[in-house]
């Protein structure tokens, strides 16, 4: 098979895509986020419901929202009073989804010089989170309640053609579901309706190209551990 350029460049912005967790300043333009959701918009959903809700922030909002959800993060009490509305890890793990998941934890703190016994650094490693990584978009993406598990499929792949859309323009990307337990906080920062509520939340910008963390490139497993070919 004869590779097209159009193929080559989607396969390249596919298998470069990673999560950013460090950005510089540099802002990025309206005119770049609104096409870049633009095309995500495109994606498959069943029978075209489209469900996706984006709320952009930038500037003051964002970091007003950061600094709210830190002050919660750092106090151990105000922590208590917030839990997640839905659960996105299972309650018991099993091989190989824990060891997946240890691999990635372990190699980003081996690079940050983070030890086990490090549960400070670690704490205020998972704080960046809540800053959107110093990103200068935050998008936060909600959900009619009304709909069930097939559009919360449909929007996995929305937010799949937000990041790739966004590689291609040479910006990072990383979503993060973090901010789960945050919703009602979210909620009222955003104002939302009774009905909607809070999927994720995605940092969007320049990537820092001296930050280490943005060195870790996540494995993935060879066709083999996942393909069941069927002739």
Avoid at 32 to 47: F, N, V, W, Y
Avoid at 63 to 75: K, N
Avoid at 81 to 99: A, K, V
Wanted: charged residues 25%.
């Amino acid at each position: 098979m004869i590779e097209s350029d159009m193929q080559r460049c989607v396969d390249r912005v596919l298998l470069e895509r990673r999560s950013i967790r460090a950005f510089l300043s540099d802002p990025v333009a309206r005119e770049d986020i609104e096409q870049i959701l633009r095309c995500a918009a495109r994606a498959p959903s069943g029978t075209n419901t489209q469900p996706w809700m984006v709320h952009v922030l930038r500037g003051d909002s964002k970091e007003r929202l950061s600094r709210e959800i830190l002050r919660i993060h750092d106090s151990p009490e105000l922590r208590e009073q917030h839990s997640e509305e839905y659960p996105y890890y299972p309650d018991r793990w099993i091989s190989p989804f824990i060891d997946r998941r240890r691999k990635v934890g372990w190699s980003l703190y081996s690079l940050l010089g983070l030890t086990r016994e490090n549960k400070p650094g670690m704490h205020a490693q998972l704080g960046r989170n809540f800053t959107f990584f110093d990103a200068p978009v935050a998008l936060m993406f909600t959900i009619d309640r009304v709909m069930s598990h097939g559009s919360w499929l449909d929007y996995g792949m929305f937010l799949q053609n937000i990041m790739i859309a966004a590689q291609a323009r040479g910006l990072g990307t990383c979503a993060q579901a973090a901010f789960r337990p945050y919703h009602r906080l979210i909620a009222a920062h955003l104002k939302l309706p009774a009905h909607e509520t809070l999927v994720c939340g995605m940092a969007l910008g320049h990537a820092d190209p001296a930050a280490i963390e943005n060195t870790l490139v996540t494995e993935r497993d060879e066709l083999e551990a996942f393909v069941r070919f069927n002739d």
